[in-house]
């Protein structure tokens, strides 16, 4: 199983953890979508920027 992660936010005046973490996901842009396996890692950085993210199981 893997999730589609949408970056729906920008990360200006974000805390320098929430940018890393945005980052380590490779999101980039706003608007920008991107595949990442369904694994713990990838569930403790969806809920340190969920505000700023959409997450769609594909």
Known sequence: ???KIKLIKSL???KDGQIAT???LG???IGQVVTQ???DATKG???KI???IEVVEA
């Open 12 to 14: 200006i005046g974000c």
């Open 22 to 24: 945005a980052k380590s």
């Open 50 to 52: 969920t505000h700023l």
């Open 27 to 29: 999101l980039k842009k």
């Open 45 to 47: 950085k969806i809920a």
């Open 37 to 39: 396996p369904a694994n």
């Open 1 to 3: 199983m893997q999730y």
